[in-house]
C-alpha cells in the first residue's frame, strides 16, 4: 500500500473506528489516541498488515481495542496502588441517554459488548464478527443474545410502567 493510499485509507476509516472505539471504552479522547496508536502500527506493518486478503480496519479495530483495554488496566492499577481505592469514575456525558447507553455496555462482559458494538454499531455480520474473535459463528450468536438481553435489562427505567400500574 503506498503512502496516498494508506491516506486514503485513514480518512475513511479513522472517524468510523474512533466512534466505535468510543462505543466499547465510553472515553473519546482515549478513543482517539488508541486508534491513532493502531494506526502508526498498521503504518510500520503495512507490507503484511494492509496487503493480501486480512481485512486493514479489522485489524486496527482489534489492535486500537487491544490497547485501550491494556491502558485501562494498568491505570486502574496504579490508582488503587497509589490511592489504596478503586479508581472514580468518569465525568458523565450531557445526554441521559447517551450515559444510560454507556453505563449499560460497561456492565455487559467484554465479549458481550465487543459482539454488540460491532454489530450493531459497526455493522459486521456475525461471521465478520466471528471471524475477527477467532470464535465459532455459534458462540457470536450467543454472546449476541445475552448481551441483548442483559443490555435490556440494564436499560430498563425504574419506574414501573403505565401498564403495571393500571392492572394494580
Known amino acids: 500500500m ?11 476509516a479513522y472517524p468510523r ?5 468510543y462505543a ?6 482515549e478513543a482517539q489516541d488508541v486508534v491513532q496508536e493502531a494506526f502508526v502500527r498498521a503504518w510500520d506493518r503495512r507490507s503484511s498488515v494492509l496487503t493480501g486478503d486480512r481485512d486493514p480496519e479489522a485489524w486496527i479495530r482489534t489492535v486500537a481495542h487491544r490497547l485501550a483495554m491494556s491502558r ?32 449499560a455496555l460497561r456492565r455487559l462482559p467484554e465479549a458481550q459488548r465487543t459482539a454488540i458494538v460491532l454489530h450493531h454499531l459497526c455493522d459486521l455480520s456475525v461471521e465478520q464478527i466471528a471471524a475477527e474473535a477467532g470464535a465459532a459463528v455459534g458462540t457470536i450468536k450467543a454472546r449476541l443474545s ?23
Open 2 to 12: 503506498t503512502e496516498g493510499e494508506f491516506d486514503l485509507f485513514f480518512t475513511a
Open 17 to 21: 473506528l474512533v466512534g466505535q472505539l
Open 24 to 29: 466499547l471504552t465510553g472515553d473519546w479522547a
Open 72 to 103: 485501562w488496566r494498568r491505570a486502574r492499577r496504579w490508582w488503587e496502588l497509589v490511592r489504596g481505592e478503586p479508581a472514580p469514575r468518569p465525568e458523565p456525558e450531557p445526554s441521559t441517554d447517551h450515559v444510560a447507553l454507556v453505563a
Open 146 to 168: 445475552r448481551g441483548r438481553t442483559a443490555l435490556a435489562a440494564h436499560l430498563v427505567s425504574d419506574k414501573s410502567h403505565p401498564t403495571e400500574e393500571a392492572r394494580a
